[in-house]
């Protein structure tokens, strides 16, 4: 790094990065911010039609090729053959954002709230677990063994949650007048799934670091995205910032971890929550 120039220190011109879960939320920003620091961003998610157009959005706003392609991230062989594709198209891959997670939600059933832990569905903590889990460490082990091939190494990024860190504060999905056992919680999977990327990060971090492959994790606090006002008064007072954060807030953070302005950033937890895991 100390060769490069420091206004190019955040480009990642015609670096492929993968992104799961690309067309989320936060997956369109993290694309955004590839594509618009010159990486080629390569969208994974279920729905070909919804890719194709984020893909061709982005090529005709960045000069890039971005390119969607449906893999299901649970299914070992999708990814391996996606992972081959790549290479073969593109000669290497630089860059993974384990993105994709199921995000359960808070609701009532038939007056018998599932997202409760002596209600939660089995079934239900195995998927969650299969998509954020299982799906980031079947990513690293197919396309961060490609990284790890190149000359220069490369950098994975685990997107986890202020909730890897703190547990979830139930009080602000309780309702007035419900009885506990139909009071509304954060289920289980998102802070198990999101703590565990954590130890996934520590991994890989030190895993291939002979290789120059680093690994890091995004705590990302909560996204201000329509929700009711009661429920916006009381998260804010609860943040330091006293906001919750915009869905671009994250992408100078995920460039930065990208690109060569990290390059001795390795195994880092970085929470990015207005200061929420501080208090």
Partial sequence: MTNQKLDQLFRIDGQVVVITGATGLLGRKHAEAVAAYGGIPI?????QHTI????????????VPATGMVVDITNEQSIADNCALLLQRFGSISGLINNAANNPKVEDSDGKNFSRLE???LNAWEQDIAVGLTGAFLCAKHYGTAIS??????????????????????RLYMKEGLPIEQQAVKPVTYSVVKTALL???????????????????LCPGGIEN????????????RIPMARMANADEYQGVII????QASSYLNGAVIPVDGGRTTW
């Fill in 256 to 259: 930065f971890m990208l690109s």
């Fill in 149 to 170: 091939e190149n000359p220069a190494g490369g950098s994975i990024i685990n997107i986890s949650s202020d909730l890897g860190l703190i547990s979830p504060d139930q």
């Fill in 43 to 47: 969208l994974l998610d279920l729905n």
């Fill in 226 to 237: 329509g929700q009711d006002s009661a429920f916006l008064a009381e998260v804010h007072s």
């Fill in 199 to 217: 130890g996934l990060t520590r991994y890989l971090s030190t895993y291939w670091a002979d290789k120059n492959v680093r690994c890091n994790a």
């Fill in 119 to 121: 209600n939660f569905p």
């Fill in 52 to 63: 194709d157009v984020f893909a061709k959005e982005l090529e005709q706003k960045y000069k």
